[in-house]
């Protein structure tokens, strides 16, 4: 059974469908919840789920994130996982860091990548008139929000969003993407998923 850990940052919504389907179906294990703060809503919840957790608070560490990866990567290491997702996790990570888990770390982004890497994906689909927008789970290399896609969710932009309203409709499409391309990456499949 793959043993898989998700950082994160907040409120943990893709963290707790990640669990849920891992837990539901039984292709994966969670391991470990980490985040970078304490006071992350999602590590209640993924505590309420039976999943053990670990917050390493980045701020001590001011700009050496090398000295806080070096302690985040303390419960990582020690959960043995085989694969890492980042769900919502918002601090940049280190080329250093990225290489010890290459070819089997995951992030969601909420944008149609390449488009829109970074902040403030929504506003910008907005402000550029997109028709549409979405979200993307990619493989984690070096560069920021690069690497091979592994599926993409697509949803309408409609008339009056907001960057709000926007977010709202690609995160109910993050929650289905995000385990349907966690269930074919631990079986080795790497075909992208398209919703
Ligand atoms: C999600 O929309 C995710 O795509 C985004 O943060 C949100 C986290 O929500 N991630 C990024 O912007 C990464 N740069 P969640 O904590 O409820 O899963």
Do not use: W
């Amino acid at each position: 059974m793959k043993r898989v850990a998700i950082l994160i940052s907040g409120g943990g919504s893709n963290m707790v469908r990640l669990v849920e389907d891992m837990q539901a179906q039984g292709y994966a294990a969670p391991v470990l919840v980490a985040s970078n703060d304490a006071a992350a809503a999602g590590l209640e919840k993924a505590a309420r789920m039976g999943v053990p957790t670990a917050a390493i608070d980045h701020r001590p560490f001011g700009k050496d994130r090398v000295a806080f990866e070096a302690e985040l990567l303390k419960p990582i290491l020690a959960a043995e996982p085989d694969v890492l997702c980042l769900a919502g996790f918002m601090r940049v990570l280190t080329p250093g860091f990225v290489e010890q888990f290459a070819g089997r770390m995951l992030n969601i982004h909420p944008s149609l990548l390449p488009k829109y890497p970074g902040l403030h994906t929504h506003q910008r689909a907005l402000d550029a008139g997109d028709a549409e927008a979405g979200c993307t789970v990619h493989e984690v290399t070096p560069v920021l929000d690069d690497g091979p896609i592994l599926g993409q969710a697509r949803v309408p932009v409609e008339p009056g969003d907001t960057a709000e309203t926007l977010a709202a409709r690609v995160l109910v499409m993050e929650h289905r993407l995000y385990p349907a391309v966690l269930r074919r990456y631990v079986a080795g499949d790497r075909t992208p998923v398209l919703l």
